[in-house]
């Protein structure tokens, strides 16, 4: 199972590039919370994506992008920036943007690993911005989680997590202080729980998850800057170390126009071979 950073629109809301684009500045929207350009590129990706836009191919000239999407050519060559910096388009001086021939595909591992580690075998630069970092008593429900006693120091860190500083999740954890003592001391904004973990000799080798949809709330449509309603995708997940004792339990809240569940299933070979008469 994967998750990859998609920047997907309704399939009704996805006009073609390439053809008749009128009706394609209602996408663009001025009264949602995402900057324009952020909304213009994640059109083009999406269309490059759905191979409406190949490998190779020409966009067209800026002025009529431009009338298009409804924006301004400041704000379409931010856009057109933000592409060639993430590998989707080349710039040709005087000739115009081209689609790269080989657009990687940037997906979240099967593996586990950590939020820092994933964006850097993708290219992108890592933010978090931490909106709790305290300690406090473990409750009944966190206690069991974790298989700590309720009351145990609980340290709660909830960050919104950013690629190339666009809110990509809301991601909050919940660690015994006394996995790692020292942990209140980090400073989040920049550290890796991982890593920080890593320093205190501790390394979690898997993680059992579970994934739901949901709407957004407006606390958690204003920190991923969406529209409040819209799609969320949440795992909850508790990670453990070698010997198989909790570490730490977090709930992610992926915006669901960001992101993509990809899983595959596999028949076991016993019912593969069996016949039915």
């Given amino acids: ?152 120091g609980l340290f709660h860190l909830e960050r919104v997590r950013l690629l190339d500083d666009v809110p990509i999740a809301l991601d909050a954890t919940r660690i015994a202080v006394s996995v790692a003592p020292d942990i209140a001391r980090a400073d989040f904004t920049r550290d890796s729980l991982y890593s920080t973990l890593s320093g205190a000799g501790v390394e979690p080798v898997r993680a059992d998850s579970t994934i739901e949809s949901r709407e957004a709330d407006h606390y958690e449509a204003q920190h991923l800057q969406i529209a409040e309603g819209k799609p969320l995708l949440v795992m909850h997940q508790v990670a453990f170390d070698p010997v198989d004792r909790p570490l730490f339990a977090s709930t992610i809240k992926y915006a669901g126009e960001r992101y993509r569940l990809r899983t595959s299933f596999s028949r076991p070979e016993a019912l593969s071979h069996t016949r039915t008469s």
């Fill in 1 to 152: 199972m994967t998750l990859t950073p998609g920047y997907s629109m309704r399939a009704a809301e996805r006009p073609k590039l390439v053809s008749d684009t009128r009706g394609v500045a209602a996408v663009i929207r001025a009264d949602y919370p995402e900057p324009l350009w952020i909304q213009a590129a994640t059109l083009i990706r999406n269309q490059i994506d759905e191979g409406a836009l190949r490998g190779g191919a020409r966009l067209p000239p800026e002025r009529e992008l431009c009338q298009q999407l409804g924006i301004s050519r400041v704000t379409l060559r931010k856009a057109l920036t933000q592409l060639v910096d993430a590998g989707v388009l080349n710039a040709s001086h005087g000739r115009g943007w081209y689609v790269s021939q080989s657009v990687a595909r940037r997906e979240w591992p099967n593996t586990l690993e950590s939020f820092s580690e994933t964006a850097a075998r993708m290219g992108l630069e890592p933010r978090s911005e931490v909106l709790r970092a305290e300690v406090s008593p473990a409750s009944l429900d966190e206690a069991e989680m974790l298989s700590i006693a309720p009351g145990t």
